[in-house]
């Protein structure tokens, strides 16, 4: 069926396949983000695989589905009295990111049962495995995530959220690097302009910048200060790194802005390298995650002046998946010999 010491051959059905598997990952981050946005991840309190196939039809379904709501602490303490309209806004949220997974998890495993059955994932098979194996624990950090907000809480933990945003992005870097590997692109070497080490310490710095977002958006942080380049009217806010950085929005912010001008200044110095000395791919990808940098920044401050308006903040989530996504094909470009 397939030999996994055999080397990996160009498959490009399965490259598509594996876009198709980002492209719904990054279709869960947005909507995973409009549910935190919207206080809606804990409108649903059971995990029932079956049952959430299909949403409340009924009015006696909804019925039981705010009877459960109104026992849990986000309702009693922050939320008492909504309507049944109200209730369903946040209710739908939930549901679509939990039936997108669903669909997600059938859009992985059926291709990849025909695909390994078909030896199509030769040289790819334990990749593959791997990558379908965070998946299913993607799923279950949700749930655990859900779970810190059900026990006497009125949000989910920012520290579960961090993490299962977090897994987010790695399964997004694993599905396109495999995606690039099988599509067998680019057919050449081409030259950053920069150290070959540059695209992975950029990397690392981003994802500590998303995991920092998550924080603070998890933390209710993103709506603390609406001033810039100051916070609460000072460079260093007032209070920042006294206590717990869960608790303290000054340093949340802080720490946010400031990496954000870190993973701005680095990657606008590797694209200005890849402009100056840099030729094919590398260049055109590391010229992209220049231009989504400097978008993101943009996004970021706006973000901010406007008190984190619903739309600019789901858009500077999208365009963090796109630099991150730019990013790891920088990484792969560079790789390839």
Not at 74 to 100: D, K, P, T, V
Not at 199 to 221: E, H, K, S, T, Y
Not at 270 to 288: D, F, T
Request: hydrophobic letters at 60%; glycine letters at 10%.
């Amino acid at each position: 069926m397939f030999d996994a010491n055999t080397p990996a051959p160009r498959q490009p059905l399965v490259g598509a396949w594996l876009i198709l598997v980002c492209v719904l990952v990054f279709a869960m981050v947005m909507v995973g983000g409009a549910t935190r946005l919207t206080d809606s991840g804990l409108s649903i309190t059971q995990w029932d695989l079956a049952k959430g196939l299909m949403p409340p039809l009924s009015a006696e379904r909804w019925a039981a589905e705010f009877a459960r709501y109104r026992q849990t602490a986000e309702y009693q303490m922050q939320n008492q009295g909504i309507s049944l309209g109200a209730f369903q806004y946040i209710y739908w949220w939930e549901w679509a990111h939990r039936f997108l997974g669903k669909m997600l998890g059938l859009a992985f495993a059926l291709p990849f049962v025909f695909f390994t059955v078909t030896g199509r994932l030769r040289g790819r098979f334990w990749a593959t495995l791997v990558l379908f194996a965070l998946g299913a624990a993607q799923g279950a950090i949700g749930w655990w995530m859900v779970m810190s907000g059900l026990a006497g809480r009125v949000d989910v933990s920012p520290i579960r959220l961090a993490v299962h945003l977090g897994m987010a992005f790695v399964i997004l870097a694993m599905a396109l690097w495999l995606a690039l590997d099988a599509w067998g692109w680019p057919r050449r070497a081409s030259k950053l302009g920069a150290p070959n080490w540059t695209p992975v310490l950029l990397l690392a710095i981003l994802f500590a910048q998303i995991i920092l977002g998550a924080i603070l958006a998890g933390a209710d942080g993103g709506r603390a200060y609406a001033d810039w380049p100051t916070i609460g009217g000072a460079y260093w806010p007032h209070g920042a790194f006294e206590g717990a950085l869960l608790e303290n929005h000054a340093t949340q912010q802080l720490l946010h802005r400031s990496l954000g001008y870190l993973v701005g200044l680095f990657a606008a110095v590797m694209a200005l390298g890849a402009l100056r000395r840099g030729e094919g791919a590398a260049k055109a990808v590391a010229l992209l995650v220049g231009a989504l940098v400097t978008l993101q920044v943009a996004l970021g401050v706006a973000t901010v002046l406007t008190g984190s308006h619903l739309a600019l903040s789901l858009g500077h989530q999208a365009n963090a998946g796109l630099l991150w996504l730019a990013a790891v094909a920088t990484a792969w470009v560079v790789a390839v010999k």
